[in-house]
């Protein structure tokens, strides 16, 4: 995401790193094409000038001139006036006055508002509460059965009225209104409200939602905005909000923005923090909106933090530690490596996953990494039995040919991934060898200081 701004923000930046000082000529030129930058990836004009602004003034500032190199010092400014821009703190959903907590979700049809209705019940529910969903868009065909269909998916009830003829009723307050009161009565702590789109802001539109948020009171208004169309998201916040006042914006489709612009203007222009940001079709690729992470990753330094938070999402403290072992032992097999492998994919988006390690996100971004890319490794492991998982040395030429025929692939295939799976063995076998060479180490030197006292 952001690929685009960048590189753009990079290439100004290297006017600066390579000089001895900060001069009125080298600040001229990086502002000029800061601003740039920024206005190519549809940021806001009053925006962009802002941040040029506030930027200048801090690379300016006397007390810091002599303290760090030029390029350290625009880095630096740029860097925090980014988080500034994108919302300076993380901002988390409302605290509900009583349960039920409700959830009020709108937006313009097609910016992907049902299926982060869908995500946000998943994601609430890994953080043990207890959501409904309520089908109040009963306008756009199949609507209410996408939305159920969502809701089976993250194993969550959906509340909605059809007639006996099983078509939606047409009057989406008495939906809000009657979900409320049964997400009450069966003991559910979230209703999430699913409301009716339209392709463009309109009086109807307005008038229907200003009224389920009068019937229902919500502890939290979300606006849904699709990411890629740049400051006409912004002006459709902007419209929502004088209408609604929400609590805070989603942003969705972020991993095809390469701009920015929609993401680093919305707070400024509409004074709203951006909570949740989507950055894929599936139902867990839903993230908590962090300013500051996202600045870091803008800026090419990664994103260490959320990397490490999904990694525990998926590893626990006792299986590392079992998995250690393993590689001690050379017990680990290849049953164990697809397990891994599930992980991983688990993670979320393969690149993504990449663009959070610093240093490497601007080496892989010209490299185009699928989501699918484990597929034929996962395909020939799923066509051996279990004594071959566990055995793979004893996986001879008719077993092979077996199993690259079972894959639909080669032998040569089959063969690929036995001295792939080897080479790791031996490589992880070091590394672990090595850790504990260190830890023995360490154990040692704190024996040797107790000693001395």
Same mark, same amino acid.
């Given at each position: 995401?952001?690929?685009?701004?960048?590189?753009?923000?990079?290439?100004?930046?290297?006017?600066?790193?390579?000089?001895g000082?900060?001069n009125?000529l080298? &600040?001229?030129?990086?502002?000029?094409?800061?601003?740039?930058?920024?206005?190519?990836?549809?940021?806001?004009?009053?925006?962009?000038?802002?941040f040029?602004?506030?930027?200048?003034?801090?690379v300016?500032?006397?007390?810091?001139?002599?303290?760090?190199?030029?390029?350290?010092?625009?880095?630096?400014?740029?860097?925090?006036?980014?988080? /500034?821009?994108l919302?300076?703190?993380?901002?988390?959903?409302?605290?509900?006055?009583?349960?039920?907590? =409700?959830?009020?979700?709108?937006?313009?049809?097609?910016?992907?508002?049902?299926?982060? +209705?869908?995500?946000?019940?998943?994601?609430?529910?890994?953080?043990?509460r $207890?959501?409904?969903?309520?089908?109040?868009?009963?306008?756009?065909?199949?609507?209410?059965?996408?939305?159920?269909?969502?809701?089976?998916?993250?194993?969550?009830?959906?509340? $909605?009225?059809?007639?006996?003829?099983? =078509?939606p009723?047409?009057?989406?307050?008495?939906?809000?209104?009657?979900?409320?009161?049964?997400?009450?009565?069966?003991?559910?702590?979230?209703?999430?409200?699913?409301t009716?789109?339209?392709?463009?802001?309109?009086?109807?539109?307005?008038?229907?939602?200003?009224?389920?948020?009068?019937?229902?009171?919500?502890?939290?208004?979300?606006?849904?905005?699709?990411?890629?169309?740049?400051?006409?998201?912004?002006?459709?916040?902007?419209?929502f909000?004088?209408?609604?006042? =929400?609590?805070?914006?989603?942003? +969705?489709?972020?991993?095809?923005?390469?701009?920015?612009?929609?993401?680093l203007?919305?707070?400024?222009? =509409?004074q709203?923090?951006?909570?949740?940001?989507? +950055?894929?079709?599936?139902?867990d690729?839903?993230?908590?909106f962090?300013?500051?992470r996202?600045?870091?990753? &803008?800026?090419g330094?990664?994103?260490?933090?959320?990397?490490?938070?999904?990694?525990?999402?998926?590893f626990?403290?006792?299986?590392?530690?079992?998995?250690?072992?393993?590689?001690?032992?050379?017990? /680990?097999?290849?049953?164990?490596?697809?397990?891994?492998?599930?992980?991983i994919?688990?993670?979320?988006?393969?690149k993504?996953l990449?663009?959070?390690?610093?240093?490497?996100?601007?080496?892989?971004?010209?490299?185009d990494?699928?989501d699918?890319? /484990?597929?034929? &490794?996962?395909?020939?492991?799923? $066509?051996?039995?279990?004594?071959?998982?566990?055995?793979? @040395?004893?996986?001879?030429?008719?077993?092979?040919?077996?199993?690259?025929?079972?894959?639909?692939m080669?032998?040569?295939?089959?063969?690929?991934?036995?001295?792939?799976?080897?080479?790791?063995?031996?490589?992880?076998? +070091?590394? $672990?060898?090595?850790?504990?060479?260190?830890?023995?180490?360490?154990?040692? @030197?704190?024996q040797?200081?107790r000693?001395?006292?």
């Amino acid at each position: 995401m952001f690929e685009s701004l960048s590189d753009k923000l990079d290439a100004a930046l290297k006017n600066v790193k390579g000089e001895g000082r900060i001069n009125d000529l080298n &600040i001229a030129e990086t502002m000029r094409e800061i601003r740039r930058a920024l206005l190519d990836a549809d940021v806001n004009y009053d925006v962009a000038r802002e941040f040029t602004n506030k930027v200048k003034e801090k690379v300016t500032d006397e007390s810091v001139l002599n303290a760090v190199s030029p390029g350290q010092q625009f880095v630096k400014a740029v860097y925090d006036e980014l988080v /500034f821009l994108l919302g300076d703190v993380h901002i988390d959903l409302n605290t509900p006055k009583k349960p039920p907590m =409700v959830i009020l979700i709108a937006g313009l049809q097609g910016s992907g508002k049902t299926t982060f +209705t869908g995500k946000l019940a998943k994601y609430l529910k890994s953080k043990g509460r $207890s959501p409904m969903l309520a089908a109040a868009d009963v306008y756009r065909p199949a609507a209410v059965d996408q939305l159920e269909t969502l809701a089976s998916q993250v194993g969550v009830p959906v509340f $909605s009225i059809r007639g006996e003829d099983g =078509v939606p009723l047409k009057d989406a307050v008495e939906v809000a209104r009657r979900a409320k009161d049964e997400a009450r009565r069966t003991g559910r702590d979230t209703l999430i409200i699913d409301t009716a789109g339209r392709l463009h802001v309109d009086e109807a539109m307005m008038k229907e939602v200003v009224e389920i948020k009068g019937a229902v009171e919500p502890d939290e208004i979300l606006f849904v905005v699709d990411a890629m169309t740049g400051q006409d998201a912004v002006n459709t916040a902007k419209a929502f909000n004088d209408q609604l006042n =929400v609590d805070g914006v989603v942003l +969705t489709k972020l991993d095809g923005d390469t701009r920015g612009g929609a993401a680093l203007s919305i707070r400024s222009v =509409v004074q709203k923090p951006i909570k949740f940001a989507s +950055t894929g079709e599936k139902l867990d690729a839903l993230t908590e909106f962090y300013p500051d992470r996202m600045a870091q990753r &803008i800026l090419g330094m990664g994103d260490v933090v959320s990397f490490v938070e999904k990694a525990q999402e998926q590893f626990d403290e006792e299986e590392a530690e079992k998995l250690q072992r393993k590689f001690r032992t050379q017990d /680990f097999d290849l049953q164990d490596f697809y397990d891994q492998l599930q992980k991983i994919k688990n993670m979320g988006s393969i690149k993504d996953l990449i663009g959070m390690i610093p240093g490497v996100g601007k080496v892989m971004k010209d490299i185009d990494v699928e989501d699918d890319a /484990f597929k034929h &490794i996962e395909a020939l492991v799923q $066509s051996m039995t279990p004594y071959e998982r566990a055995n793979p @040395d004893q996986i001879n030429g008719s077993r092979r040919r077996r199993i690259a025929a079972g894959a639909g692939m080669e032998v040569q295939d089959v063969n690929g991934l036995l001295k792939q799976f080897r080479e790791m063995k031996k490589m992880m076998k +070091t590394m $672990s060898r090595l850790s504990g060479k260190g830890r023995q180490a360490s154990l040692s @030197d704190l024996q040797r200081a107790r000693g001395r006292r």
